[in-house]
């Protein structure tokens, strides 16, 4: 009541305000004066530091990370009450979708060959099993796409492209090639990737 009465006293007579609410003028002085408790003091330093983890974030941090984030620093306040504060100065967390790319296209009418290594990830020699996977990577000028090909004898990576695009080209031919520049195949060799079309595409097929 008294905080209503100070918000609006630069419009309204405090005299007047004071009649109209039905208080008394000394008692609103008296709260002018009165400090404010540890409570209060503790209130206001968690909603400010709210107000701070939240623009910090820009607008992600919901209730339970600002929770964490302030038990951190060694204020302590429950989700829900953090909830509240936040729901009282009309702080929303802005839900945003994981963005996820697929590398692995394995929709495709192809051929494709069986699983002949079984997970069995060791090598007696040189060039016995070759392991091979492509990933993507964020970067200030976009997505690229990196091929890798392992040596699973010495976990060797022995060919590795990095694109812009996810054709076989610019992916698996063009690490393939590194790969069989560094290390010399052998007879009966087994090369194990996933099911991808970049794998099972022709022009990697006829390469290889």
Known sequence: ??????????????????????VSHSGYYAWLRRKPSPLAIKNELIRKEIEVIYHKSKGRYGSPKIAKELKSIGLYASRPRVARIMKRQ?????ITGKFK??????????????NILNREFTANRPSEK????????RTRGGWLYLTVIMDLFDRKIIGWSMSTGMTAGETIVAAWKMAIRNR???????FH??????????EFRKIT
Do not use: P
């Open 193 to 202: 990737s996933d099911r991808g079309v970049q794998y099972a595409s022709h």
């Open 101 to 114: 790319i697929c590398t692995t296209d394995s929709n495709h009418h192809l051929e494709v060959s069986a």
């Open 130 to 137: 070759w392991v091979s996977d492509l990933t993507y990577i």
């Open 1 to 22: 009541m008294f905080r209503f009465i100070k918000a609006y006293q630069a419009e309204f007579c405090v005299e007047k305000m004071c009649k109209v609410l039905k």
């Open 90 to 94: 009309g702080l929303r967390s802005i």
């Open 184 to 190: 010399s195949r052998v007879k009966n060799m087994i």
